[in-house]
């Protein structure tokens, strides 16, 4: 046994490191392998340690064909690198902004993802128009129950413009940096049609819209109203003015509705830390509101346009503010832009009786309009002068458009909507 163990150890000899030959696919992959790591090697120089090199470099696929292929990869690997970049950048700048921190001398505004809940109604629109003409990306949440898609049509084919047909009661997943809620039927027409769902979305689409804001990390600002300030005791009103609102009226679903929305606004504030900023909006009017909407200047207009007289509820004594809405645009964006929270008046301190505003609307519709007095509605409050010395110190804002040259523009608009393109007194405004 101990011969054939030595003999099969003598047959089977160590091969030596310095002498035994290798053999030849060994050699081969060992080749391989080196290949594999030399050109790993070189991708990543190119790639990760040059990305400017490939940018500068690239060119349209379809000016050279015969390499279409080996370009349009490297086009797909810069446009990935340049989405990434500004994606950080908008991220950055995103986190400075709700942070209130100031942007550096010398760097270049990114576009910001903006949501307007709203945004096909009657001031959402005019709120998209200045988002999109300053580069910004704006995706609308309406369900057209008030707004018209006619309002944001001319945004439509534009790739930095989205609509979305959502309710805000139901929640809604978007990655955003700013988000204005606007979401709410604001006359009394519609939002007495459904108190129950005016008050719903007042609470659930505020509820949702602040989920939003606090799990993005978006700046959130919540267009509340004068109404909240009720029937007032206090005139004009100022921001410390707690209101005079009656709970249980046939306005409440509105007046109380905002009320509780401004809650939940501070409640995320103060408990979740979510940038947050409230405005409250007196008396605006311009064009694309709703025609035969309840407002009063809406009211006036389609009714001296249509030779009806222009029906003032009452004495004609209440006294009210208007505000063009150019103005109001401007104070919504300075006050998102801004380092307050609020709340803040956003109106106009010129002050209006009714039978005083009847009298400004026949001088620019028809000067033989007759005036029809009927019995006051419920709840209807008696003064409305916003204070807006608040709006003007911390943002340096305040209405610039009189009535007398608002109005004319407004009242253009409801004659081609009322009367197209056939003559004004014809059938087509009965």
Partial sequence: MLAMEEDTESYSPKPSHKHWPRPLDYLLKEQRLMFILVGMA??????????????????????HPHQQDRTLTNFQQDLDTSQHSELMERSTMAM????????????KRKPLRIVVTGGAGFVG??????????????????????????????????????LIRHDVVEPLLLEVDQIYHLACPASPVHYKH?????????VMGTLNMLGLAKRVGARFLLTSTSEVYGDPLEHPQKETY??????????????????????????YHRGDQVQVRIARIFNTYGPRMCIDDGRVVSNFVAQALRKEPMTVYGDGKQTRSFQYVSDLVEGLVRLMEGEHVGPFNLGNPGEFTMLELAEVVKKVVDPKAKI??????????HMRKPDISKAKELLGWEPKVALKDGLPRMVEDFRRRIFGDQKEGSGAAE
Wanted: charged content about 25%.
């Fill in 242 to 267: 707690w209101g005079n609102v009656n709970p249980i009226g046939v306005r409440s679903c509105y007046d109380e509705g905002k009320r509780t929305a401004e809650t939940l606004t501070m409640d």
């Fill in 96 to 107: 400075m902004h709700n942070s209130g921190a100031k942007m550096p001398l010398g760097l």
């Fill in 372 to 381: 029809e007095h009927r019995a006051n509605t419920a709840d209807d409050p």
């Fill in 194 to 202: 459904n108190p129950v769902k005016t008050i719903k979305t007042n």
């Fill in 125 to 162: 629109s005019h709120l998209v128009d200045k988002l999109m003409a300053r580069g910004d990306h704006v995706i609308v949440v309406d369900n057209l129950f008030t707004g018209r898609k006619e309002n944001v049509k001319h945004h439509f084919g534009n790739h930095r413009f989205e």
């Fill in 42 to 63: 070189m991708a990543s120089f190119f790639f990760y340690l040059q990305p400017e090199f490939t940018f500068s470099q690239r060119t349209s696929p379809l000016d």
